[in-house]
């Protein structure tokens, strides 16, 4: 097969993996900077230039768009697809992940246990959102990532300032969630690596400090945990929910069972080195099987 992955380069340790496991099976893999990439928007013709080339003949592409990169990334993944080239996540999937207004709403409505969310524009409203989701809050912009973009206030008086500093330096109107604190999992939260219809690897993430945040990103210190059926179901669910076959879902254990706090649509492979499982060759092969059989369909079909 002749894969590409679309990221930031070759140095990224994910891409590294991918290329490895991929190579170590016989593929032919091309690493793309797809935000050095241009496209082509021609009635006939969709096509993408790289470094002065046209892309083509690819069996598979493996997006890893980064969240800063998201509406460009998810451009260049959308015109591969209309090239009809299977892609391990779909366009629309990684842009819903990206707004966690939208994902919880695909949550709520699939049915998926998740913290309290309450969301608002006027700040004249704490008095009565705080009633409704009680002391302490999390808030958090809506694009946030790896921890950034969130915070925890523990009075009224903290959570109306904490709303209007969003506000004031939010001119790009991104939403803003105030999300129930789940204190019996302060500074812990679980990661599930989805890949398909399986969870291939599971890690616990705690914060080694006061922060509330527990992202490795932030100094968290993962370790390997095995999931109950219940959190590997939920987990499934959401990843599926959001139409990602390739997720890393974030959970937390409160008093009233597993929740979701988040899926992630380009999660790190820092959970190989953490639980020593290895989640490169288990995507690979997930592209191997379902591109292999979409593209002999499509034979088929010709």
Same mark, same amino acid.
């Given at each position: 097969?002749? %894969?590409?992955? &679309?990221?930031? /380069?070759? #140095? ?13 099976? @016989? ?11 241009? %496209?082509?928007?021609? !009635? ?44 391990? $996540? ?20 699939? /049915?998926?246990?998740?913290?309290? +969310? &309450?969301?608002?524009?006027? +700040? ?16 958090? &912009? ?19 300032? #904490? ?20 204190? !019996? $999992?302060? @500074? ?7 890949? @398909? ?26 370790? $390997?945990?095995?999931?109950?059926? !219940? ?12 139409? &990602?076959?390739? #997720? ?19 999660? @790190? ?5 953490? +639980? ?7 995507? %690979? ?6 591109? +292999? ?10």
């Amino acid at each position: 097969m002749k %894969i590409a992955i &679309l990221s930031n /380069g070759n #140095a990224n340790y994910s891409t590294k993996r991918l290329v490895e496991e991929a190579e170590k099976r @016989g593929h032919k893999v091309t690493v793309i900077k797809y935000k050095n990439c241009y %496209i082509s928007l021609d !009635e006939k013709h969709p096509n993408i230039y790289y470094k002065g080339d046209k892309l083509s003949g690819f069996d598979a592409i493996i997006p890893r768009i980064s969240n800063s990169m998201t509406k460009y990334g998810c451009a260049i993944v959308r015109q591969f697809e209309m090239q009809g080239i299977w892609t391990a $996540s779909s366009s629309i999937a990684i842009t819903r992940a990206r707004d966690k207004l939208r994902s919880q709403q695909i949550l709520t409505k699939a /049915g998926v246990d998740t913290p309290k +969310t &309450l969301v608002s524009r006027n +700040t004249a409203d704490i008095d009565d959102l705080l009633e409704q989701i009680g002391l302490p809050v999390i808030i958090k &912009l809506a694009t946030g990532t790896h921890g950034n973009g969130v915070v925890l206030a523990d009075t009224k008086k903290a959570a109306k300032s #904490a709303l209007q500093a969003f506000y004031l330096y939010n001119e790009d109107g991104t939403n803003i969630l105030l999300q129930e604190y789940v204190k !019996e $999992s302060a @500074g812990t939260d679980i990661r599930a690596f989805v890949v @398909g219809s399986r969870v291939v690897a599971s890690m616990q993430r705690q914060s080694l400090d006061d922060d509330f945040r527990s992202n490795l990103h932030k100094g968290g210190l993962g370790t $390997s945990i095995k999931l109950t059926d !219940e959190e590997k179901k939920l987990a499934l669910r959401a990843a599926k929910a959001m139409g &990602l076959h390739i #997720a890393g879902v974030d959970l937390m254990r409160s008093d009233k069972g597993p929740v979701v706090l988040e899926v992630n649509a380009s999660p @790190g492979f820092g959970i190989e080195r953490v +639980t020593g499982r290895d989640v490169a060759s288990k995507i %690979i092969e997930y592209v191997e099987h379902n591109a +292999t059989r979409r593209n002999s369909k499509d034979r088929v079909g010709a």
